[in-house]
C-alpha cells in the first residue's frame, strides 16, 4: 500500500480547468528547462466539484489526497486504484474489497462491496435471498413477499473494460468515496437499500499499456488535437494482453478476467448492471435504453427499465447543461456484450459512453475543450444518477426481476419446452470446451444415463426431422431453468431478426450504404465449436452429473510398443505434434485412417500423430516419457501404443501400414507472425492467442513495419493476419515469392489474403470476385468440379461399354455460358455484403488442412471478399451453393450470389513451398475452435504435408 503523499513521479502539472482562458495560459507561460513533464489536464481546465456542499468523514482520505492532486485532472494508474480501494477498505465499515481474478499479466483484479454497515452484517443472507428470486422454483409467495420487503437490491458496476476508455475507472473512485464517506441522508439511504458491487477496472493490462503510451508521448506544450498520436498508437489499449475484446467475451469466457467475473457477478444476481464505457473523442455522452433490434431473450420489461435509468441520467445531465443521447447506434441484437449478459443474468443492463480523451484535454468542433476530468464527472454523475433509481425502486425492482425469473423456469414461456442435446464425438477438446463455458455461467445441465429417442430435432445444419435416437452420455441442457436466457441466446442456432428492424437495415443499405448492424449477427456456440447438437422437444430423462476427466492422458497397449499413436480427431492432437516436435522427437501424420487393436478394436481418423520407435531411437521408457509429456502438455486425453507396423486390417486397401508413404514424417515450424500497424490489432489477438495458449508453438513477433529488414530464411512458417495490407508488401513480393518457392509456408487471413491474390499483388494464382468479373465461368466451372470429385458416380457400362455417339460426357464446363458481371452491379452487391454470419461449407476429407473437420462444416464470415480459384490451386474449404448456404446470421440474397461456391480456405503449391489463403480470420474471438483447427493445421501440419523441405545429409 503506497502512503497518502503524492508520489513524486505521478505527480500532475497539468492540473484541471473549465475554459479556453486557462488551456491558453498554459501555452503563454514559460516552462523551466528542468522542470519534469507532467500529465494530465492543465491546471484551471475543468475543477468544479464532483459533490459541491457535501459533507464528508473526515477520517477517509480523500482520492485527492490518495492521489496527489485534485481527483481527476490525470490518468490514475492500476496499482493506485488498488491502494485506494484497500486504504478505504482498511477504515471504513461500509466497504470489503475481495479478489476476483488475475490477468494474463499476474495484475489483480479486484471488486468492492459498499452497502450500510448492517448489510454488511448480514450479507450472505441477502446473497441467498437474491439468489432465490433468481431460482424461484419451489419459492411459495409469502417468502417472495418477505424478500420483496426486506432485503436490499444489488448493483454492478463495471468500469473502463476497454482498457483505452479510461474515464470510468477514475469515475469509480470519486462513486466509491462518496459511498463510503458521504454524511448524507441520500447516500445513507441508497445503502440502506442497496449493495454496490464495484468492479473499478475491468482491464489493467491494457490500461497500463495505453496509459504508458499517453506519458511516454507527453511533453510540456499542451495539445488539443483529439486525433494526435499522443493520445496512443498501435495496439492501444482496447484489448487485455492478449488483445481481445474482452466485452465480446462474456459469451465464452475465453480469458481470465472473464471466468473471474462471471464467478462473482453470478453470487450476487444484480438488479442493476452498470458497463461504463467510451467512444469517440468528438461525440457527447450516450445511455441506454437500447435502439432496436432487441434479442429475444432479454427481459420483456429491460427497455422499460432502461428508461427509467434513463431518466435519472438525464435528470442529472439537464441541471449541469451537459449533453448527451440515447438509442442511435447502440442497438440490443448481439447479446455477448458487458450490458447484455448482465440482462440475460436478469439485471437490467445500463450503458454509458463518454467521449474519449486520453487522459488530457481536446478541442471539439464547436471549439469547445473537454478535459479529462470533465469526462470523468460524467460518468460519476451517470453512475450516481443510476444508482439513485435503484434505490428507490428497490422493491419494484425485485419484484420485477422475480417475475422474469417465474419466466425463464416456467414450461409455460415459449420455447421452454424444448432442450438442447450435445452428442460427444471423438474430439473431446470441443465437449471439454462446451463444459467449461456451461459451469462457467452457471448453465444447468446433466449427462444422458441412458440412450433416449428425442422428438421433433432441428440439427444445426438447419435440418428438422421427427426424432433421432441420442446415446447415453449426451449432454443435456432444458432450456427452462434459471440461466434459460442464456441457454437460448448462445446455444440457438439461428436467432433471427425481427422483419420491421430487417426492413428498416434495408432501407439505410439501399438509400445509404449504411448498416445498422452494430456487430455480428452470428454468434452460436455450437456452430462455433462444430458440435453434433440438436435443439429437440423437452423429455424428462435420467441425468446424472458431470464427472471430471483426469488429467493425465490414458495409455493403451503393450508397452513393448514399435509406435505411439494420438487420435487426430482430437484438437489437441495438433498441439501434441507441435510440443513433440520442439522436444525433438521425430512425428509423422496420417492422412488415412488408422485401425488400432491396443483398446478394443478402434479407428483413429485421418490426422491422427505417430510416433516412430523407429525414428526416435531405441530407448522405449524415455521416448514414451516425451510421448507423454507432450501429450498432458497438450490436453490429449490418451494415447495407443501399437506392437507392430503392420495393418490389423489387411483386407481394406485404404488401412496403411506404419512405415509406408501414408504417414509422413513433419516438419518442426518456425513461425513469424506479422504484427504492428497496419495489421488489425483484435484478430491478431486472435491468432496469437492461438499460437501461444492453444498450439504452444514457439514463433516470432515480425515487425509489419520493418518488413524489408526481416530475414525469412530463418523462418519456414509466415503468419499474415488481417490489416497486413499492400504497404507492408509491396515492394517484397520478389522476396516472398523466392521464400515461398524455397520451402515456406505463407498463410494469409482476410484483407491480408485478398491483398495477396491475383488481382493485387499477384503471388497467388486465387482471384478476388471483384477482380473477376470480365469473366467467372472458369472459376464456376473449377468449383462444379472440385464439388463433384467429392461424390464421385462410376457407371460400369459407360466405362466398359463405352459412349455412344449421341451421348456426350458429363463435362461441367458445359453448364456454364459465358459470364460477365459490370463492375458497378457487384459493386452494388457487396454493399450487402455479411456483417458477422455462419454459413454452410463443403469439406476436402483427402486434404491434409481439414483434418479433425467433417464432411459439412460451418465458418463465420464477414466482409465482402470472395475468393475464386481455378486449377492452379485447391479449394480444401468450399463454401456450399446458395440454398442451405445460410447457417445463422443474416445473409442477404445479393451476398448469397457472390459466396456462394466460393472458398473459404485454399491451398497452393508455389514451387516448394505453399500459399494458404483464409477467406476470414479463423478461430475468431477465441471460442470459434473449428476454424481454429484448420489454422492450427496449416501451422503446424503445413511445413510437412503442405511444402517440400530438402533431405539433409
Request: glycine share 8%; net charge negative; aromatic share 8%.
Amino acid at each position: 500500500m503506497q502512503s497518502l503523499s503524492a508520489p513524486v513521479s505521478r505527480l500532475v502539472s497539468l492540473s484541471c480547468g473549465f475554459s479556453l482562458v486557462a488551456v491558453a495560459s498554459t501555452f503563454a507561460q514559460g516552462i523551466g528547462p528542468d522542470e519534469p513533464i507532467r500529465f494530465g489536464d492543465p491546471e484551471g481546465t475543468y475543477d468544479a466539484p464532483f459533490f459541491p456542499g457535501e459533507e464528508f468523514d473526515e477520517s477517509i482520505p480523500t482520492p485527492d489526497a490518495l492521489l496527489g492532486q485534485l481527483h481527476g485532472s490525470r490518468l490514475t494508474h492500476h496499482d493506485e486504484i488498488l491502494d485506494a480501494f484497500r486504504t478505504w477498505d482498511a477504515i471504513s465499515d461500509r466497504i470489503i474489497v475481495h479478489t476476483q481474478a488475475r490477468t494474463h499479466e499476474g495484475r489483480e483484479l479486484i471488486y468492492a462491496v459498499i452497502t450500510a454497515p448492517e448489510n454488511h452484517a448480514r450479507l450472505g443472507r441477502i446473497q441467498a435471498d437474491l439468489a432465490r428470486l433468481h431460482d424461484p422454483r419451489g419459492l411459495g409467495d409469502a417468502e417472495a413477499d418477505r424478500i420483496l420487503d426486506s432485503s436490499p437490491a444489488a448493483a454492478w458496476m463495471g468500469y473502463s473494460i476497454h482498457g483505452d476508455e479510461l474515464s470510468g475507472s477514475d469515475a469509480s473512485l470519486a462513486v466509491a468515496y462518496r459511498l463510503i464517506s458521504s454524511r448524507s441522508s441520500e447516500i445513507r439511504r441508497i445503502l440502506e437499500n442497496v449493495v454496490v458491487v464495484i468492479d473499478p477496472c475491468l482491464n489493467p493490462d491494457g490500461r497500463e499499456r495505453i496509459i504508458g503510451m499517453v506519458e511516454q508521448s507527453a511533453g510540456v506544450t499542451p495539445n488539443l488535437d483529439y486525433a494526435s498520436m499522443q493520445r496512443g498508437h498501435w495496439p492501444f489499449g482496447r484489448g487485455n494482453h492478449y488483445l481481445f475484446d474482452m466485452n465480446r467475451d462474456w459469451i465464452a469466457g475465453t480469458q481470465p478476467e472473464t471466468r473471474g467475473r462471471w464467478a462473482v457477478a453470478r453470487a450476487f444476481h444484480p438488479q442493476l448492471f452498470v458497463d461504463a464505457h467510451e467512444m469517440g473523442g468528438l461525440d457527447t455522452f450516450l445511455f441506454y435504453p437500447q435502439n432496436a433490434p432487441l434479442n429475444p431473450n432479454l427481459p420483456p420489461d429491460l427497455v422499460a427499465w432502461q428508461r427509467r435509468y434513463a431518466e435519472g441520467a438525464a435528470a442529472a445531465f439537464d441541471a449541469r447543461g451537459w449533453s448527451y443521447y440515447t438509442r442511435e447506434w447502440a442497438d440490443g441484437w448481439a447479446p455477448f456484450y458487458s450490458d447484455a449478459w448482465g440482462s440475460l443474468l436478469g439485471a437490467t443492463g445500463m450503458l454509458y459512453e463518454q467521449a474519449r480523451t486520453s487522459g488530457f484535454p481536446l478541442r471539439r468542433r464547436s471549439g469547445e475543450i473537454l478535459s479529462y476530468r470533465e469526462a470523468v464527472h460524467h460518468q460519476v454523475v451517470a453512475s450516481l444518477a443510476n444508482l439513485r433509481v435503484l434505490s428507490d425502486a428497490r422493491r419494484e425492482a425485485l419484484a420485477s426481476y422475480l417475475e422474469t425469473a417465474r419466466r425463464n423456469v416456467s414450461t409455460e414461456t415459449p420455447g421452454n419446452d424444448r432442450m438442447f442435446v450435445c452428442i460427444p464425438g471423438p474430439n473431446h477438446d470441443r465437449t471439454r470446451e462446451l463444459r467449461r463455458i456451461l459451469d462457467g455461467q452457471g448453465i444447468e445441465y446433466g449427462i444422458a444415463k441412458s440412450a433416449f429417442q428425442a422428438t421433433t430435432i432441428l440439427d444445426m445444419f438447419g435440418v428438422t426431422s421427427e426424432a433421432r435416437e441420442i446415446p447415453a452420455g449426451a449432454i443435456v441442457v432444458h432450456a427452462a431453468q434459471p440461466q434459460g436466457p442464456m441457454v437460448r441466446a448462445y446455444l440457438s442456432f439461428d436467432v433471427r431478426i425481427p422483419h420491421e428492424d430487417l426492413v428498416r437495415e434495408r432501407e439505410d443499405l439501399e438509400r445509404s450504404g449504411t448498416s445498422r448492424v452494430y456487430d455480428i449477427t452470428s454468434w452460436s456456440l455450437p456452430q462455433a465449436l462444430d458440435l453434433d447438437a440438436v435443439w429437440c422437444d423437452n423429455d424428462d430423462i435420467e441425468l446424472i452429473a458431470p464427472t471430471e476427466k483426469t488429467a493425465s492422458p490414458a495409455v493403451h497397449g503393450d508397452p513393448a510398443c514399435v509406435a505411439w499413436l494420438v487420435s487426430g480427431a482430437d484438437d489437441a492432437s495438433v498441439s501434441f505434434a507441435a510440443r513433440a516436435m520442439e522436444g525433438g522427437l521425430a512425428v509423422a501424420a496420417s492422412d488415412r485412417a488408422i485401425p488400432v487393436r491396443s483398446d478394443g478394436d478402434r479407428v483413429l481418423p485421418r490426422g491422427s500423430i505417430v510416433v516412430r520407435l523407429v525414428e526416435n531411437g531405441s530407448d522405449r521408457e524415455a521416448i514414451e516419457a516425451m510421448v507423454v509429456a507432450a501429450a498432458q502438455a497438450a490436453g490429449v486425453p490418451s494415447i495407443w501404443r501399437v506392437g507392430t507396423q503392420l495393418t490389423p486390417d489387411p483386407t481394406s486397401p485404404e488401412t496403411p501400414d506404419l512405415g509406408g508413404g501414408h504417414f509422413r514424417l513433419l516438419t518442426r515450424p518456425r513461425v513469424g507472425i506479422l504484427s504492428n500497424s497496419p495489421v488489425a490489432p483484435d484478430t491478431y489477438g486472435h491468432l496469437w492467442f492461438e499460437l501461444d495458449r492453444r498450439l504452444g508453438v514457439p514463433f516470432s513477433i515480425l515487425d509489419a513495419q520493418s518488413f524489408a529488414d526481416i530475414d525469412l530464411r530463418r523462418y519456414n512458417v509466415l503468419i499474415l493476419p488481417p490489416g497486413a495490407e499492400r504497404a507492408s508488401l509491396e515492394g517484397q513480393i520478389d522476396a516472398l515469392r523466392t521464400w515461398v518457392e524455397s520451402g515456406g509456408t505463407l498463410i494469409a487471413c482476410g484483407s491480408a489474403a485478398a491483398e495477396l491474390t491475383a488481382g493485387r499483388l499477384g503471388l497467388s494464382s486465387v482471384v478476388l470476385r471483384r477482380d473477376a468479373l470480365e469473366d467467372l465461368t472458369p472459376y464456376r466451372i473449377q468449383a462444379r468440379r472440385e464439388l463433384d470429385a467429392l461424390e464421385v458416380h462410376v457407371d460400369d457400362e459407360v466405362v466398359w461399354n463405352g459412349v455412344g455417339e449421341d451421348v456426350e460426357p458429363n463435362r461441367a464446363d458445359s453448364l456454364y455460358e459465358e459470364e460477365t458481371v459490370p463492375e458497378d452491379y457487384d459493386r452494388w452487391l457487396r454493399r450487402f455484403s455479411p456483417v458477422g454470419a455462419t454459413l454452410l461449407t463443403r469439406i476436402d476429407d483427402r486434404a491434409w488442412i481439414t483434418a479433425g473437420a467433417g464432411t459439412l462444416f460451418p465458418a463465420f464470415t464477414t466482409g465482402s471478399y470472395v475468393f475464386l480459384t481455378d486449377s492452379s490451386a485447391s479449394t480444401p474449404v468450399r463454401f456450399s451453393s446458395s440454398v442451405g448456404l445460410r447457417l445463422g446470421g443474416l445473409l442477404w440474397p445479393e451476398a448469397r450470389e457472390r459466396l456462394a461456391d466460393s472458398s473459404y480456405v485454399t491451398t497452393e503449391p508455389v514451387g516448394n513451398g505453399q500459399i494458404i489463403l483464409f477467406q476470414t480470420v479463423p478461430g475468431f474471438r477465441g471460442y470459434h475452435l473449428a476454424t481454429a483447427r484448420l489454422f492450427a493445421n496449416a501451422v503446424v501440419l503445413g511445413p510437412g504435408l503442405g511444402a517440400s523441405a530438402p533431405v539433409v545429409w
